[in-house]
């Protein structure tokens, strides 16, 4: 297998700003580990990209329109995955997401303390917001090439703000780089 031309974006929970970490992603601070997620948008793929995840007992992930109105569409959808770089068989599925990053802007990065089942259902709803009128909408917040326009619209809603703060830090990928966001930038 070839090796993407980029590398998993890092991140260091003791000065609580992004930066370039070499080693563990997990790092402890006041004895709460930082677990690092993906958010996948398999809807640039085909169904195939969505079952390698799902069929795979080694991946934690989860489909995030299950259980929805929309769940017959989770093939096409985002799905949440935990990273854990550190575990060997881990590497190709982490090598696949690299891959899809490059071809696509397909993948949303983060690190949270909030353990995987609490965070699917965070992120679930997220995915569903309402206006002043009780209209709901449907966010692509982990598409990187909304995530700026959404996180601006999340930081400008006072209720919102409850939600942000679950995440220590944002990155993605564009133009053949990293952008971090950390959670009180």
């Known amino acids: 297998m070839t090796t993407p031309k980029t590398s998993l974006p890092q991140f260091s929970i003791t000065e609580n700003i992004p930066e370039s970490i070499n080693g563990e992603l997990g790092h402890r601070h006041e004895d709460e580990p930082v677990y690092c997620y993906a958010i996948v948008d398999c809807a640039h793929f085909d169904a195939c990209f969505y079952k390698m995840f799902i069929k795979n007992p080694n991946i934690t992930s989860y489909p995030l329109l299950a259980d929805t109105p929309y769940s017959k569409s989770s093939e096409a959808g ?10 060997e068989e881990n590497q190709d599925i982490i090598n696949e997401i690299l891959f899809a ?6 993948v949303l990065w983060f690190w949270s303390k909030l353990p995987f089942l609490v965070l699917k259902k965070y992120l679930k709803e997220l995915l569903f917001a309402e206006n002043q009128d009780g209209k709901k909408y449907f966010l692509r917040f982990y598409d990187p090439r909304c995530f700026i326009d959404m996180l601006e619209i999340f930081k400008a809603d006072n209720n919102i703000d409850r939600y ?7 990155a993605y990928y564009l133009d053949s780089q990293y952008y971090y966001i950390n959670k009180d930038s």
């Open 78 to 87: 985002p799905l949440l995955v935990k990273i854990e770089p550190d575990r």
């Open 101 to 106: 990053q490059e071809e696509k802007p397909s």
């Open 164 to 170: 942000l703060k679950k995440i220590e830090c944002w």
